[in-house]
């Protein structure tokens, strides 16, 4: 039998897309999301469930997706990540005043000391839910809701995986 490796959360891992304003134009800086308590993905599928007059069981198929990322944070001052997401809860922004990319790095797939990794990227709702909600430190909840379709691509890094840039290989629709 092959050998089993298991692997460990802190080998996935998510960057965050501060966004930034010149001449009309916005560029985001992909920064890791640290601390943070939680980023539990839930692919949310939608299924079509029917039982046929003529068989004794139920059938179900998955008809599409509405994948989510739940988050939860201990506030950090002056953190890229923190301060966007701060921002978009204490100024109730909506619509497209809260949708950021996120990119999951897959570093269990990428050689020891690389500087580029495979990775998602997809386009996300910042859905703030709750604050406050600790004595040790002043922590924020919600959700990233998709926005978009995923896409495949390459994460690449030159300041030791404080941030990343992308470049996309295949679109997923």
Known sequence: MADRILVARSKKVLFYGVPSTTDDTTTYTYHRMRGFTDASTSRNSKEYTRQYVDELFEQTDVTGYSPSTSYGFDQYAGDAVHDDIVKITDDELIGNDAVR??????????????????????EYSVIPDSEGGSLDAYTYTGNFRSKGAKVSGTAATEDDWLTVTFTETTANT
């Open 101 to 122: 990319p996120l990119i999951l790095v897959d570093f269990s797939k990428a050689e020891a000391d690389a500087k580029t990794a495979p990775a998602l990227r997809r």
